[in-house]
């Protein structure tokens, strides 16, 4: 959502930029800048992206798009409630399409229904975890890469334009006439820009930040699995999986934290 709303803006910007300098938007238009930029971006795109990862990468770039799923509050509670029933010898199901936080407290309950040592669902986790941040990284990274080549085309469309301008000189072409030339040649430089810096490089840095977030959720229900399955009180599991929180969140978590215990005893 935030991806969206920083383009509305970005858009009501240069609309506003137009109306001060008295222009129209279609003067900004041009149809050779436009399949150019747009066109050698897309063929870049189906050579350098990983579509091996297709649908991983289709869910990120939904998740990018719209409002993030990853609620680290959220994960908190539901870590603290697999850690009492692990320590109540109980069985919670979670959904395994759902997202890897709640696959590895799902995995964490099948594995130690199946008689695996605490050692061996630690080293399983924490693959299944290493493999997706992998995988998550070589995403963004790639389309983060692919910000680069916007403003190539442009200069490639920049190219055409002035080769176009220069032989309609040649035919004799007015001062006037060369003016508006010039400015349609250099609307391909001003697409490769805007392509990459309002549209590509952010979308690759919030996949970046989810993807982030996602390994964290991650990470402490791994840690929440691995104290539910030992001695650890629930007091103490509490306090070690609190440090993932952010501060005003820990603090929240601080004021209610004895209504939690209370439950728990």
Same mark, same amino acid.
């Given at each position: ?5 920083? $383009? ?7 609309? =506003? #930029? ?5 222009? =129209?938007? /279609? &003067?900004?238009?041009?149809?050779? #800048?436009?399949?150019? %930029? ?6 870049? *795109? $189906? ?10 990468? $289709? ?7 719209? &409002? /993030?799923?990853? +609620? ?8 603290? @409630? ?8 109980? %069985? ?5 399409? &759902? ?6 407290? /799902?995995?964490?309950? @099948?594995?130690? =229904? ?14 299944? $975890? ?11 990274? *790639? ?5 680069? !080549? ?8 920049? %190219? ?7 032989? *309609?000189? /040649? ?19 001003? !697409? ?8 590509? +490089? ?30 650890? =009180?629930?007091?103490? #599991?509490? @306090?070690?999986?609190?440090? !993932?929180? &952010?501060?005003?969140?820990? @603090? ?7 209504? %939690? ?5």
């Amino acid at each position: 959502m935030a991806f969206l709303l920083g $383009i509305l803006l970005a858009l009501t910007a240069f609309a =506003s #930029a137009l109306i001060h300098l008295g222009q =129209s938007a /279609s &003067s900004y238009f041009d149809f050779v #800048a436009c399949t150019v %930029v747009l066109g050698g971006t897309v063929a870049v *795109s $189906i050579m350098v992206l990983p579509w091996q990862q297709r649908a991983e990468m $289709i869910e990120k770039f939904k998740f990018a798009l719209g &409002s /993030s799923k990853f +609620n680290i509050n959220q994960t908190y509670m539901d870590v603290l @409630e697999a850690v009492r029933a692990l320590q109540a010898g109980k %069985v919670l199901s979670f959904e395994k399409g &759902s997202d890897l936080a709640q696959r590895v407290l /799902s995995t964490a309950f @099948e594995l130690r =229904s199946l008689g695996f040592s605490n050692e061996e669902i630690k080293n399983i986790l924490s693959q299944m $975890i290493v493999q997706k941040a992998q995988r998550g990284k070589r995403i963004a990274d *790639s389309i983060k890469g692919l910000s680069k !080549y916007p403003p190539a085309f442009g200069l490639v469309g920049t %190219v055409l334009g002035l080769v176009n301008l220069m032989r *309609s000189l /040649s035919d004799g072409l007015t001062p006037a006439e060369t003016g508006v030339e010039m400015a349609v040649a250099l609307i391909a430089t001003f !697409y490769g820009l805007l392509v990459a810096n309002l549209v590509v +490089n952010p979308l690759g840095e919030i996949i970046s930040k989810n993807n982030g977030m996602e390994i964290r959720c991650a990470e402490m229900a791994l840690r929440g699995a691995l104290l539910g399955m030992t001695e650890t =009180s629930f007091l103490k #599991a509490r @306090e070690l999986l609190r440090v !993932y929180l &952010s501060d005003a969140a820990a @603090e929240n978590y601080d004021r209610s934290g004895a209504q %939690v215990v209370e439950g728990a005893a």
